[in-house]
């Protein structure tokens, strides 16, 4: 049993920021990560950090922007950590040697980026999240952090009290793909879940395929609360072929958008006529799926992204990865035509219910980075924000779990008895018990640490060979396959109660079907097919959550539209969907927003760009 203070769950940009804040705070760290850090997702932004830096703005400002982008479902004391603190951490990168782009100055170059009043957008080149993710691994490995690499996590060690704000995480259980070992580790003050994305419930998304939720699946099943699940953001340009993200920073260097007939469609057909191709993403995203929609689509599946007018040379300096992406994936020199790009799954706003210390209802485990929801970026988050997320509540997470000097947070968690609840008319009977949720059967309530994280240890062995003993059934392949099929058909930009029933009962038929899933290859070492086999039951849960909120959110907010409610509706739905998992199945519920903010209330206005 490995024994350690604080636990963090994943090594993208997240996690390695929570690993540094919490050894500097004293606790001794180790890190768990189904990938070698410097293969973690992170390392595929490319847009930037937004931070204000230069004269003439202020954190204000990027507060106000962020909760404008939110559509008015951002949480203010968490919108504002962000803005305040991002500076502070785009300037402590800096000094731990990340190369940003410079200006012939030396100052470091700032550049425009969609939903900002301001072009405060950080970057190096195309490829920040590259340079930010080996920056951190750098302090990592100068701490001299231990990290568990290719060690997969199958589950939480979690007391099994029947309210989940008096249970307590004592700790993981992972599998190590080297050997096929399951071990426990321990963790006295926290476990730090990082885990990333959940991408791959879609079949076209940016997301590496290691991005199947696994965190707030876990999370979900200890009795930890998701929020705003259905707030899923499509990147209006990835690549048609793969997902593959072309970056943000194309338009705020001054590309533009075309379709079929040659327009300049966001100004020409009124989509957004002050801001054109820097509009907020949920807005150029639903223009461009109007536009194939109504014909106008070149080949009826994309539009045109042209930067050809930039010149070679600041194309090169400023946006080299593109061309690169483009000629690989495409076959197009982004020199001399233009690129082929349409909406794609790019990220998850909502996620594990957190405040804006990563802190859950369930003591000892804390969530951060695009696994958690302490709802910064509300119904849409603004390109940019993801990276400063990643370090400012890295920061603060990691702080907190190793018990260093914090504020008193000012969002709450939990659930309490008052709250109001929701219900969904839907075709099918929603979750399944299944037979190793997180929370244990029977055991005592006042178990030690050690007795809690032995039993888990116990249940996941057994799970694990209770698969690889079978040698008949169904494959993951085949329902994962299904499950991103009826997800991006069904769940997309463009919403409608029939498709999202659909895609519940799709939901369900795939868990009937998981009950009979076996693991082609029965070998006890490097077995990824094990590994994606338990991913896809995570997968599953993630979908029914999704799915369950956009059915219950009968409005129109940020990325979420649906065709029978075109409009957003501030006296019914300004609140947060919730959804435990209780007995078995998921229960809907809703928390307030919490619009007051340090210096100002956020009051909603109508959006436009």
Same mark, same amino acid.
């Given at each position: ?15 390695? $920021? ?12 180790? =890190?768990?990560? !189904? ?62 040697? =990340? ?42 490995? !100068? ?24 249970? &307590? ?16 580790? &321990? ?9 990333? +994305? ?30 705003? =699940? ?35 469609? =966001? ?27 109504? +014909? ?151 178990? @030690? ?13 057994? $799970? ?23 997800? &991006? ?57 999704? @799915?369950? +909120? ?12 649906? !065709? ?40 909603? !206005?109508? $959006?436009?760009?």
């Amino acid at each position: 049993m490995h024994e350690y203070d604080v636990i963090v769950v994943g090594a993208g940009g997240a996690g390695l $920021r929570s690993a540094i804040a919490a050894q500097e705070a004293g606790a001794n760290v180790a =890190m768990v990560t !189904k990938l070698h850090p410097v293969r973690s997702h992170t390392g595929a932004a490319e847009g930037g950090i937004n931070a204000a830096l230069r004269e003439g703005d202020d954190w204000e400002l990027h507060a106000y922007d962020t909760m404008k982008g939110s559509d008015y479902l951002a949480d203010a004391p968490a919108a504002e950590a962000l803005c305040q603190e991002s500076p502070k951490e785009a300037i402590q990168l800096e000094h731990w040697g =990340m190369a940003f782009s410079r200006e012939d100055d030396g100052r470091v170059s700032q550049r425009p980026f969609g939903g900002l009043s301001f072009p405060r957008t950080t970057f190096a080149g195309a490829e920040t999240g590259h340079h930010l993710l080996h920056t951190l691994y750098e302090q990592v490995v !100068k701490r001299g952090i231990d990290v568990f690499d290719e060690w997969y996590v199958l589950n939480l060690a979690v007391s099994d009290e029947d309210d989940p704000s008096d249970r &307590t995480c004592h700790g993981v259980v992972a599998y190590e793909t080297a050997t096929g070992n399951i071990e426990a580790f &321990t963790a006295s003050d926290g476990v730090i879940l990082a885990t990333g +994305g959940l991408g791959q419930v879609y079949d076209h998304t940016t997301n590496a395929v290691a991005n199947t939720g696994d965190g707030i699946a876990m999370a979900y099943r200890a009795g930890v609360p998701v929020e705003d =699940m259905e707030m899923i953001q499509f990147h209006p340009t990835t690549l048609p072929s793969t997902g593959v993200l072309i970056s943000e920073g194309v338009r705020g260097e001054g590309g533009i958008l075309y379709n079929d007939e040659g327009e300049r469609f =966001m100004f020409e057909r009124g989509y957004a006529n002050n801001d054109g191709e820097l509009a907020s993403r949920d807005v150029v995203s639903r223009a461009e799926l109007t536009e194939i929609n109504a +014909g106008r689509g070149i080949e009826d599946e994309y539009v045109h992204l042209d930067m050809r007018h930039l010149g070679e040379e600041r194309i090169v300096d400023r946006l080299e990865n593109i061309l690169h992406l483009a000629e690989d994936f495409e076959g197009v020199d982004g020199l001399e035509e233009p690129m082929p790009v349409k909406p794609g799954q790019h990220y998850a706003m909502g996620g594990i219910e957190t405040d804006e210390y990563g802190q859950t209802c369930v003591d000892g485990l804390y969530a951060v980075g695009e696994c958690a929801c302490p709802s910064v970026h509300g119904a849409n988050r603004l390109g940019g924000n993801a990276l400063p997320e990643l370090t400012v509540f890295g920061k603060r997470t990691g702080t907190h779990a190793a018990g260093g000097e914090t504020e008193e947070p000012k969002i709450p968690v939990g659930r309490t008895d008052d709250v109001e609840t929701g219900d969904v008319d839907a075709p099918v009977e929603l979750g399944e018990p299944w037979t190793d949720d997180a929370v244990a059967d029977g055991g005592a309530t006042a178990e @030690t640490s050690t007795a809690v994280v032995e039993r888990t240890l116990e249940r996941e062995r057994e $799970r694990v060979d209770r698969l690889l003993e079978r040698d008949e059934g169904t494959q993951h392949a085949e329902i994962r396959a299904a499950v991103q099929h009826t997800m &991006t058909a069904n769940v997309n930009v463009f919403r409608e109660e029939s498709a999202l029933k659909e895609a519940l009962a799709d939901i369900s038929a795939a868990r009937e079907r998981y009950r009979d899933v076996y693991v082609a290859d029965p070998s006890s070492t490097y077995n990824t097919d094990l590994i994606q086999t338990i991913e896809t039951r995570n997968l599953l849960d993630i979908a029914e959550m999704i @799915t369950l +909120g956009a059915l219950a959110r009968e409005e129109f907010r940020g990325a979420h539209w649906r !065709k029978e409610h075109q409009e957003r509706k501030d006296d019914e739905w300004l609140k947060h969907t919730m959804v435990s998992w209780a007995d078995g199945s998921p229960e809907l519920w809703y928390r307030p927003v919490v619009l007051e903010g340090e210096s100002k209330t956020y009051e909603p !206005k109508e $959006r436009s760009y």
